[in-house]
């Protein structure tokens, strides 16, 4: 029976009833129905009102309850049915429904969990930003690329007001392009700044790949194997002419009188000294020895050490030594970071050049737990800055770029942060700062 059917009845049943009750004291007939009969057409249309609120008023009441419920996102809790076939089967679609949604959110909420996993994993540093291009969300490697204990320390900031080399290169990627960067402190990095589609508009993100290690493999294995084959070519090429050279300044010492073929010969001999010299220094950057680590203080090391640097500066700078209250005690060799600190305040002494008050401080940082050279020289060009420790380059007329090489070998099998910059708008200084790891 359908609801047409069931009001037409309610209406049909309550006329019949008020005529039979009406009807008689109005004189419209004389005889009164039974009793009975009046009760039965008076209780029809009561019934007949009960049975429309069971199939149809409470039936709506669960489906707001089941709106609410949507309303809410409650899709655990479903919905019983009341008895009445349309309503049963709206809460039969109702019910498949809420299965259906939480299984999608489940599924969405495992996926979003894997994916935030992956993520907060990754070695690849991941930042994603509002819709203005602030910081909104980052993963612990970006975090340790911009050197920052957490997010609420870059959250909402642009990379251009984060401080850092890396955050200012990742600044300048342009939408949709990838840049590989190579930094101050030897590290290299490619940076990307993608986007992905979140309710209808572009998003942007970051991407920060570490390829320092890559690259200094590489080019350290290219350099090397260069670096072998000539000293093996030029030192076999070398040795026979100064066995030639000597034969013949033996032969010619005494029959040949003039002494300016004599000089000719020495000088030949000493340009070919001179060449193995050079090939044997390039050659020693692909042989340092391995590490002998051991406790060391490094107040002890720079002070043991300083003596021989005052001697190395001859007077020519003001070299003054900063050491700690305390020990700053590593894990390094003390060899081969006595070689790292003479090649960096040479080089610092090279850069002040004749400069009258130059001046080169080396300090002991127990808050880096490390060391720092600063020096007033010219400082490092912007143009420089990303090459120093590249193969072979140097900013000095006739240098072999071997020095930095070398400091950037050693520091590395240190594990060791460094960073070589000049401070522009500060003290103007050109500070060498390690850092050793701490344990």
Same mark, same amino acid.
């Not at 193995?276 to 680590?293: C, E, H, M, Q």
């Given at each position: ?21 009406? @009807?008689?004291?109005?004189?419209? =007939? ?5 009793? =009975?009969?009046? !009760? ?10 009960? =049975? ?15 709106? &609410? ?139 920060? &790949?570490?390829?320092?290690? &890559? ?60 060449? @193995? ?92 737990? @490390? !060391?720092? !050279?600063?020096?007033?020289?010219? @400082? ?29 070998? !050693? ?29």
């Amino acid at each position: 029976m359908n609801m047409r059917m069931v009001f037409r009845l309610m209406a049909a049943f309550t006329l019949l009833s008020a005529a039979l009750w009406i @009807g008689p004291a109005l004189n419209l =007939w004389e005889a009164w129905p039974a009793l =009975w009969i009046r !009760i039965l057409l008076t209780i029809t249309p009561l019934g007949l009102m009960i =049975w429309l609120y069971l199939s149809l008023i409470r039936p709506m009441s669960t489906i707001f309850t089941g709106m &609410e419920l949507l309303r809410a996102q409650d899709f655990a809790s479903r919905l019983t049915s009341v008895g009445q076939f349309d309503a049963d089967r709206l809460v039969e679609m109702f019910n498949g429904m809420m299965d259906r949604l939480k299984s999608e959110r489940l599924r969405v909420k495992e996926q979003n969990h894997f994916l935030h996993l992956l993520i907060e994993a990754s070695p690849l540093g991941i930042a994603i930003l509002d819709f203005d291009g602030r910081i909104s969300e980052c993963n612990s490697a970006m975090l340790e690329f911009l050197s920052v204990p957490g997010i609420d320390m870059v959250k909402g900031l642009y990379f251009d007001e984060v401080e850092g080399d890396i955050a200012a290169e990742i600044a300048k990627v342009p939408d949709g392009s990838t840049m590989t960067v190579r930094l101050s402190d030897t590290k290299v990095i490619r940076c990307s700044r993608l986007s992905f589609m979140e309710s209808g508009f572009h998003r942007p993100f970051i991407i920060v &790949e570490g390829l320092t290690d &890559e690259v200094m493999k590489a080019e350290k294995a290219a350099y090397g194997k260069v670096i072998r084959l000539i000293a093996h070519e030029v030192n076999n090429t070398m040795a026979g002419v100064n066995s030639l050279l000597q034969t013949l300044s033996d032969v010619l010492e005494d029959s040949v009188a003039d002494p300016d073929i004599m000089a000719a010969l020495e000088s030949c001999r000493e340009r070919c000294d001179s060449l @193995g010299r050079f090939i044997t220094s390039y050659a020693n950057v692909v042989k340092i020895p391995d590490l002998v680590l051991r406790p060391v203080d490094l107040n002890s090391l720079l002070t043991s050490v300083f003596p021989f640097l005052e001697s190395m500066v001859a007077g020519r700078v003001k070299l003054s030594l900063l050491t700690a209250i305390e020990p700053v005690v590593v894990d390094a060799d003390p060899v081969l970071l006595e070689q790292v600190l003479v090649n960096v305040v040479k080089n610092a002494v090279e850069s002040i050049g004749d400069k009258p008050d130059g001046e080169i401080r080396v300090s002991v940082l127990p808050a880096f737990n @490390g !060391i720092e !050279i600063a020096d007033n020289g010219p @400082g490092i060009s912007s143009e420089a800055a990303g090459k120093l420790f590249s193969p072979f380059f140097s900013t000095k007329r006739g240098g072999q770029g071997l020095g930095l090489m070398f400091v950037s070998e !050693i520091l590395h099998r240190h594990d060791c942060r460094f960073s070589l910059r000049t401070d522009r708008e500060a003290d103007h200084l050109t500070r060498f700062r390690i850092s050793f790891p701490v344990e």
